[in-house]
C-alpha cells in the first residue's frame, strides 16, 4: 500500500531564505507526482505537477523534482516570502492515475 | 470561469440525518474525485469518477454513496450520517489523470 511522508512537519525560516520541502513514497509505480499550497480554511491550489517520466518542473520560483527509484520528491522554494507562508501538500498518483494518496503536509511560516 | 463550485459551505447534521453535498466544474473535464480532510490524517480519497457515467471506490468509500450526474456535476450522499464523518470535504476534477484542482470544501459538522 502507497504511504507518502513528508518532513518536516513544520517550518519557519526568516525572509528570503531559501528552502527545500521533502516528499517521500514507499511505492515507485506512480502515475504522477503534485505539489500543493492550501491556506488556513481554503481549498487546494495546485502549484507543480511532474509526470513519471520527469525529473524536475519549474515554476517561477518552484521547482519540484522526482527520483522514483528512490521514492523522493523535492519541492525547492527559492527567495521565500511571507506570502509563501502555507501549508504544502505532496500527492502520488497511482499507476492508473486516478487514485490519488496525498501526504501529511509541511507548515511552513517565513517570518519578515 | 468559476472553476470548481462545493454546496453548502457549511453544515451541521444530527446523527442518523441525510444529506448531499453538489460538487460542479465549469473547465470541461472528464475526472472528478471526492476527498475528505481529517486533522491529522491529511486528505484521503473517497471516490472518484474517471469519466462521465463511471465511478469507482477510492481509500475511505464506506458510507458515502456517489453519483456522477453528467460531466459538469458529481454528488457525494451521506445516507445516514455518523460523528466520524465529521471532516472538511473536498471536490476536484481534472482533465482525465492530470492536474487536480479542487474546490472550496463542505464543512461538515455531525452531532
Known amino acids: 500500500k502507497q504511504e507518502v511522508t513528508q518532513i518536516p512537519a513544520a517550518l519557519s525560516v526568516p525572509e528570503g531564505e531559501n528552502l527545500v520541502l521533502n516528499c517521500s513514497f514507499t511505492d515507485s509505480a506512480i502515475y504522477n507526482l503534485q505539489w500543493f499550497r492550501q491556506d488556513p480554511g481554503k481549498g487546494l491550489t495546485s502549484l507543480l505537477l511532474i509526470q513519471s517520466s520527469q525529473r524536475e518542473q519549474t515554476s517561477g520560483r518552484l521547482n519540484a523534482s522526482l527520483d522514483k527509484s528512490s521514492g523522493r520528491s523535492t519541492l525547492y522554494i527559492a527567495a521565500s516570502q511571507p506570502g509563501d507562508s502555507a501549508t504544502y501538500l505532496c500527492a502520488v498518483s497511482a499507476t492508473g492515475g486516478f487514485k490519488t494518496i496525498f501526504g501529511a503536509g509541511t507548515r511552513l511560516f517565513v517570518k519578515a | 470561469n468559476a472553476g470548481v463550485t462545493q454546496t453548502p459551505k457549511f453544515q451541521v447534521l444530527k446523527t442518523g440525518q441525510s444529506m448531499t453535498l453538489q460538487c460542479a466544474q465549469d473547465m470541461n473535464h472528464n475526472s472528478m474525485y471526492w476527498y475528505r480532510q481529517d486533522p491529522g490524517m491529511g486528505l484521503r480519497l473517497i471516490y472518484y469518477?474517471?469519466?462521465?457515467?463511471?465511478?469507482d471506490k477510492g481509500e475511505v468509500p464506506n458510507g458515502y454513496n456517489v453519483s456522477r450526474l453528467n460531466k459538469r456535476e458529481f454528488s457525494l450522499r451521506l445516507e445516514s450520517a455518523a460523528p466520524s464523518q465529521t471532516s472538511v470535504y473536498f471536490c476536484?476534477?481534472?482533465?482525465?489523470?492530470?492536474?487536480?484542482?479542487f474546490g472550496p470544501g463542505t464543512r461538515l459538522t455531525v452531532t
Open positions: 476536484a476534477s481534472s482533465l482525465d489523470r492530470g492536474e487536480q484542482y
Open positions: 469518477s474517471a469519466s462521465e457515467g463511471t465511478t
